[in-house]
């Protein structure tokens, strides 16, 4: 079966890094999303990965390894309007999304 | 700036009921979606459409019917509604270009309460 996995929770301190991770299995792979979500509004893009590496954008990169069918989210110099859920989704060979549960990151002063 | 706009934010039905969700985007996108989003779960979807008429089931189809008479709206029926039907519904669309995949758009989503 097609699968995202990604922590419920994590917690960190305004100004600190935090990484958030994915691991997926699905049929075929045609590239890794994340989505942020404050409550109560819409998803709204982060980042695509589709290739191997790093990619950085500001304050936030997202990192994917297709080998070990895996992904990273990284939040440098974190702000409190950085509390959010984030959402990995991984879209499948039918060019169909799957998407994890999200995780809900608390930023603490 | 690709706007989605949902017509509710917030929805009260009883069982039973015929409930109508509209979406509406205003960038021409050729692709739209009907997720719901319930705790502890990914987006799961409902429909698809990727053009005016044209409809595909999604993930959890049962209980749900779809519409798509204009490229710009996109609506999801709930036939009879149900209490395992209460849920955060959102509504998202896309560009279709051949060969490549576009970030969706998503609307502020509708929670619909069925009592």
């Known amino acids: 079966g097609q699968n995202i996995d990604q922590p419920t929770e994590m917690t960190a301190t305004e100004g600190a890094i935090v990484q958030i991770n994915c691991t997926y299995q699905?049929?075929?792979?045609?590239?890794l999303f994340w989505y942020q979500q404050h409550a109560g509004e819409a998803p709204t893009f982060l980042s695509y990965n589709v290739l191997d590496g790093l990619e950085e954008k500001g304050r936030f990169s997202s990192f994917l390894s297709r080998s070990k069918g895996y992904s990273y989210l990284l939040l440098k110099e974190l702000q409190m309007k950085d509390s959010a859920s984030y959402l990995c989704?991984?879209?499948?060979?039918?060019?169909?999304?799957?998407w994890g549960a999200g995780t809900k990151l608390i930023i603490k002063p | 700036d690709v706007k989605v706009t949902q017509s509710s934010r917030y929805l009260v039905k009883r069982t039973g009921e015929k409930v109508f969700l509209e979406c509406v985007q205003d960038?021409?996108?050729?692709?739209m979606f009907w997720y719901r989003q319930d705790p502890g779960l990914g987006l799961r979807l409902i429909y698809f459409?990727?053009?005016?008429?044209?409809?595909e089931k999604g993930d959890i189809p049962e209980g749900y019917s779809v519409s798509r008479e204009k490229k710009e709206r996109f609506s999801l029926i709930l036939e009879s509604a149900s209490t395992n039907q209460t849920s955060m519904y959102l509504c998202a669309s896309s560009l279709r270009t051949d060969g490549f995949y576009n970030e969706q758009f998503f609307g502020p989503g509708t929670r619909l309460t069925v009592l």
């Open positions: 960038m021409d996108h050729e692709n």
């Open positions: 459409s990727y053009d005016v008429k044209m409809k």
């Open positions: 699905t049929s075929g792979f045609n590239g």
């Open positions: 989704a991984a879209l499948d060979s039918n060019y169909q999304l799957i």
